[in-house]
């Protein structure tokens, strides 16, 4: 449910969660009980450096990252590659 704002003439501005079908309907003040006004706001946007948004558009999306191999293990997986080709099965 969405958050809308009220304001009321005798205790001031508030904030409540009601459902989007409800939007559009009047609303008693949550103190005083008195008939309230929705108020339109901006939205909170946060404003950013543009290197922290760079730093957090590259966080975003997955890097391909190619490790580097050693001796050993190219050769446990050449002996793996010769045994069976397939490690994982019991041989019958």
């Known amino acids: 449910m969405p958050t809308y704002e009220f304001i009321c ?7 409540t969660w ?3 079908n409800d939007a559009g309907k009047p609303m008693a ?3 005083c009980k008195a008939a309230t006004e ?8 946060i404003m950013t450096s543009s ?5 957090v ?9 190619k490790h580097s191999q050693n001796k050993e293990t190219v050769a446990k997986k050449k ?9 994982w099965m019991i041989a019958h």
């Open 51 to 55: 290197a922290l948004r760079q730093r």
């Open 79 to 87: 002996h793996l590659q010769k045994s069976s080709g397939r490690p």
């Open 57 to 65: 558009e590259r966080s975003a999306e997955p890097r391909v990252i």
């Open 38 to 45: 929705r108020i339109f706001s901006a939205p909170g946007l």
């Open 18 to 20: 009601r459902e989007m």
């Open 9 to 15: 003439k005798n205790c001031g501005p508030f904030e």
């Open 29 to 31: 003040c949550s103190t």
